[in-house]
């Protein structure tokens, strides 16, 4: 018997690990490079081109755009890419790949707050978590860990500052600034860390907690304010006050104009995501409460902590630690609420869930324990029922992420890639089409991507796909009129002339 309970953490810890690997690799290999990812990459394939940090353009008019403000993933993520596709590796895998790397050290992170906040299972469930949340929802998804976009690299980078805050604030705060130049929302996490870095200790004086304070905000200013020293010298200050102008927009828009979203369509989509029915979830979300409730009872009563440290532990680096998860998840769901023009797409304040809704999971587990250790009779059926139904409800989201983890939207990258060779064979400079598949193809085959509505694109060779249309006969319809001679169809693209 002490053998098989021995072997019950090793087993699940496989289990978990091998989930993210069935995750991943799919991410990697087999869905199709979206579009968000595609203009991405434009950026670090321009570097290496000797253009500098700057964007095709697509959705700036359609031309070389030095540090586009469209592009809302940070240096921080698509530098590395840069790296990566110097090698003179495939991009799409180059690229992924250091996404995954980024994947890998949000769960590395997760599991060292998570462990420290209840020991070995706290830190499996708080590295299970990400599996839970679906954030695949069209037509702005972040279809799997691998995706070349700044949600979890930001993640990952909050984690890591939740993970040093106490013994080094100022590498907190460092770690907070990359977070914000993976993806300038990570801002949000700020108000948490500043109040764990500010009452980590007891009994300090208001200078005292001021000195923890400002080491965090000093060191969160530098990667901005180097990114910010590299925009002056290249646009001019005139150019980066024009382009900071512009960013403030964006960033406050959501990058949407056509309409606004309630605070109760966001809702229902924060609470639809986590792969359960919404009221499965509203019951996870109760039961998690209680069980927490039930165990802040015992504990003010006496009862110890189950980990090392005991109370003391809990009065201060844990309860801290508590206390900023939760203002961190508020934070990042009070902003999501309220900002009408941000879709109700849950990619986009999804680097706050990675982060705080996994370490809050954890504070599950330690109440857990704190119930099974109880020596009243209800408290130990509330933990056993409560383990139960928590392992239940994470095995079934895992399982359903696992499931549809290579369930992608229309073709695959095999069939962009195969596409992309053709079209690159023409040899064509730029390429204008409609937002969509078409940016996808057109980045992989070698050429930069325009829209066909910009006046920059007049007279670029165009390119357009099937699945814009309802078929194949109503496409070579309305081809007669919008392009001129054919000059490549293959898979559901076809390339002409101007018209």
Aim: hydrophobic content about 55%.
């Amino acid at each position: 018997m002490t053998l098989l309970r021995r072997a019950v953490f090793p087993v699940a810890l496989a289990v978990v690990l091998l989930a993210h690997v069935l995750v991943a690799v799919p991410s990697l290999i087999e869905l199709r490079l979206w579009e968000d990812e595609a203009f991405n990459l434009t950026v670090p394939l321009n570097l290496l081109r000797g253009l500098g940090y700057t964007s095709d353009g697509t959705l700036s008019g359609s031309q070389l755009t030095p540090f586009d403000t469209r592009i809302s993933t940070g240096p921080v993520v698509l530098l590395p890419v840069a790296a990566a596709l110097a090698t003179g590796a495939d991009m799409v895998l180059a690229g992924r790949s250091v996404m995954l790397l980024f994947y890998g050290t949000l769960l590395a992170g997760l599991w060292v707050v998570g462990r420290r906040i209840g020991g070995r299972w706290a830190g499996l469930v708080a590295v299970v978590v990400p599996l839970a949340l679906d954030t695949d929802a069209r037509p702005s998804p972040l279809q799997g860990p691998a995706d070349i976009l700044g949600e979890i690299p930001a993640a990952a980078m909050v984690v890591l500052a939740l993970a040093t805050f106490r013994s080094r604030p100022w590498l907190a705060g460092l770690f907070l600034g990359l977070a914000v130049q993976c993806k300038a929302i990570a801002l949000l996490a700020l108000p948490a860390l500043f109040l764990a870095v500010f009452f980590t200790e007891p009994g300090e004086t208001l200078w005292q907690r001021v000195k923890r304070v400002l080491p965090m905000l000093g060191t969160a200013l530098i990667p901005t304010a180097m990114v910010s020293l590299w925009q002056i010298i290249v646009l001019g200050p005139e150019g980066y006050r024009h382009r900071t102008h512009q960013f403030v927009d964006f960033l406050f828009s959501g990058g949407q104009s056509a309409r606004t979203f309630s605070a109760g369509e966001k809702l229902t989509a924060f609470l639809s995501d986590w792969r359960l029915p919404l009221p499965a979830t509203v019951v996870v979300i109760l039961g998690a409460l209680l069980i927490g409730f039930c165990a802040v009872i015992l504990i003010r009563r006496g009862r110890a902590l189950p980990i090392a440290g005991g109370q003391a532990a809990l009065r201060r680096e844990r309860l801290v630690l508590l206390a900023a998860a939760g203002v961190g998840l508020l934070t990042w769901l009070a902003w999501w609420l309220a900002s009408s023009g941000t879709p109700a797409w849950v990619r986009h304040p999804s680097p706050g869930f990675f982060t705080f809704v996994p370490v809050l999971a954890a504070y599950v587990v330690l109440a857990l324990r704190v119930l099974n250790g109880a020596p009243r009779l209800w408290a130990r059926v509330v933990s056993v029922g409560g383990a139960v139904a928590f392992t239940a409800v994470l095995t079934l989201q895992v399982a359903a992420h696992v499931a549809d983890a290579r369930v992608g939207a229309g073709e695959t990258l095999a069939e962009q890639s195969r596409a992309a060779v053709a079209i690159g064979a023409l040899d064509e400079d730029w390429l204008a089409g409609a937002w969509g598949g078409t940016v996808s193809v057109t980045v992989m085959s070698g050429a930069h991507a325009a829209l066909a509505d910009a006046p920059a694109a007049a007279r670029a060779t165009r390119i357009w796909v099937e699945y814009d249309h309802s078929g194949r006969a109503e496409l070579r319809e309305w081809l007669g009129s919008h392009c001129g001679r054919e000059l490549l169809a293959t898979g559901p693209y076809v390339v002409c002339g101007a018209p």
